[in-house]
Every structure is written in C-alpha cells, then in structure tokens.
C-alpha cells in the first residue's frame, strides 16, 4: 500500500517534553516534521516556558494528545476545560487532538488511564460523550487504544470495541503500536491480528515507544526505553496492512540527548521509505 493516510503536519513526529526545550530551540533536526504535547501540561503556563512554547508552535506543526479529558468516566465532561482546549488549539495552530479510550476521573482524578469495559454498555456511554466533544471543538478527535492490565466486565473482544466506537462515533483512531504489541503479551492475543483487522480509513496518525519487562508475560507501557524490535516490525506490519501514516515517537522520562532520539526517528522515516509506492505507481 502506499501513503494512504498523509496529515498536513507531516510524517514523522516526536513527543515534546519540557526536557527537550533548549535543544529544540537552538535548532529542530529536520527529521522532526511535528510534535506532540499534552496540552495540560502547557495551558496554563506562563512566563518564559510560555514563550518558548508559543515560538515553536509559530514555526512548527503541532498535535496534542489529552490526558485528562476521560472519555470513559461516569461524571459530567469538562465543558469549561474542553471549552479552553479549543481556545488553546486555535492560539497554537494545532493540527489535530488526541485522547484515550480510557478514563481517569469519577468522583476524583486517579491521575492514571483505566480500562472502560469491553460492553456494549460502555459503547453506548462513550460514544455520544466523543460526539459531544467533537461538536464542542467542531472537529473530529481521535481516540487512541490504550494499553491495560486488567478486563473488568469484559463481554467482547478489545478489537470488537474499539472499532464499535470508531465507527458509531465517527472518529478517528490514534493506533498506538506499542500497545498493541504490550496488550499481546499481557492478555495473550495475536497482535499482528488485531492490527491487520483495524479500519485503515479510521487511522489519523500512530505512536510507538519503549516499554519495561516486568516478567515473562507482564510489560509495562513506560515511555521510558528505546523501541525494541518486535515493535518496529509491529509498525512495518502496519504500514503494509493500511498504508504508511503519520508516526510519532514518545519519550517521558529516561530521556536521552536530542540526537540519539532523532536515531530512532530514521527508522520511522526508512520503514515510511520501505512501505511507500513511488508517486509514478500511485498516479497510474
């Protein structure tokens, strides 16, 4: 398949950390066509960061990906906090909004992604609170799959429910290879499998990162470690299954010098190479 997906941000992204600010600001590696950040963690900032941030997204494209809008909670949405989320999108040009198909808040914020039940219950609950977000933004979000540990109340699969509520919410999806490879070996299932069945139509971009062993059939999606190997085939798998899309790497903590990040974006940029079809082959 060729460059089916293409945003106007580009191909090739990196999350951006507060860590990272004063080299990217001296120069970004011009393998860096976007970054992301969590626009909870910038809103509110003043001052010097807010100058820093706002003089890179003047001259870069941006996407943000939310932590705290939970999507899957039984509370009331945010209005307010949606509502200052558009505001911070326009003042910062941002291309595109992200956020898990999790929740994180019910009478109090757990400040940790939790699963929503696999249901059909739960399809019914989440899906007109996205469509209410969308109206509110008055733009389609995506929604990433999202790695967990436990099923509580699980009556279908994970592919079965994540794809119901793309398809009944008119959304689009944020697929987080990483995840996929960590939920194959935490719940056992094949994840080349649950790729290959996603809606190729549905992807807006993609994340991968490293993640942390904690036994034989336990890993931990950290951010924290350099992408291993089965992760990067993950992802060529994935590009010859739905066409080459926007790919961005995350780094949160352990973050190493600029330069040894950008290592790892060459191989997003060279599978993007491998997997796409000369422009020649396309038009004909």
């Given at each position: 398949m060729g460059i089916s997906n293409k945003d106007e941000f580009g191909m090739v992204g990196l999350g951006l950390r507060r860590e990272m600010l004063d080299e990217l600001l001296i120069q970004v590696p011009k393998q860096i066509d976007f970054m992301e950040v969590a626009p909870e963690n910038?809103?509110?900032?003043?001052?010097?960061?807010?100058?820093?941030?706002?003089?890179?997204?003047?001259?870069?494209?941006?996407?943000?990906?939310?932590?705290?809008?939970?999507?899957?909670?039984?509370e009331p949405l945010d209005i307010a906090f949606i509502k200052s989320l558009k505001v911070f999108f326009e003042t910062h040009n941002i291309k595109r909004f992200s956020e898990h198909l999790s929740y994180c808040s019910g009478t109090g914020h757990m400040y940790d992604l939790m699963p929503i039940p696999f249901t059909e219950e739960a399809i019914k609950h989440v899906v007109p609170r996205i469509k209410q977000v969308q109206d509110i933004l008055e733009q389609q979000i995506a929604i990433e799959n999202v790695?967990?540990?436990?099923?509580?109340?699980?009556?279908?699969?994970?592919?079965?429910?994540?794809?119901?509520?793309?398809?009944?919410?008119?959304?689009?999806?944020?697929?987080?290879?990483?995840?996929?490879?960590?939920?194959?070996?935490?719940?056992?299932?094949?994840?080349?499998?649950f790729l290959a069945n996603?809606?190729?139509?549905?992807?807006?971009?993609?994340?991968?990162?490293?993640?942390?062993?904690?036994?034989?059939?336990?890993?931990?999606?950290?951010?924290?470690?350099?992408?291993?190997?089965?992760?990067?085939?993950?992802?060529?798998?994935?590009?010859?299954?739905?066409?080459?899309?926007?790919?961005?790497?995350?780094?949160?903590?352990?973050i190493p010098a600029i330069p040894d990040l950008v290592k790892e974006l060459d191989i997003i940029h060279c599978l993007q190479a491998k997997n796409a079809i000369p422009q020649s082959k396309e038009s004909a």
């Open positions: 910038w809103l509110k900032l003043g001052g010097r960061f807010a100058k820093q941030f706002k003089s890179l997204t003047d001259t870069n494209n941006f996407v943000c990906h939310g932590l705290s809008l939970s999507i899957g909670s039984p790695s967990y540990y436990a099923a509580p109340g699980q009556q279908m699969s994970e592919l079965a429910f994540t794809t119901e509520i793309l398809q009944q919410a008119d959304c689009k999806l944020l697929l987080d290879v990483n995840n996929i490879y960590v939920n194959s070996i935490n719940h056992g299932y094949d994840g080349d499998h996603l809606p190729s139509e549905r992807i807006a971009y993609g994340h991968v990162a490293g993640h942390y062993n904690e036994a034989d059939d336990l890993i931990i999606d950290t951010h924290g470690a350099d992408v291993i190997d089965p992760v990067w085939q993950l992802l060529d798998s994935a590009y010859k299954y739905h066409g080459v899309f926007p790919t961005l790497l995350e780094r949160d903590f352990n």
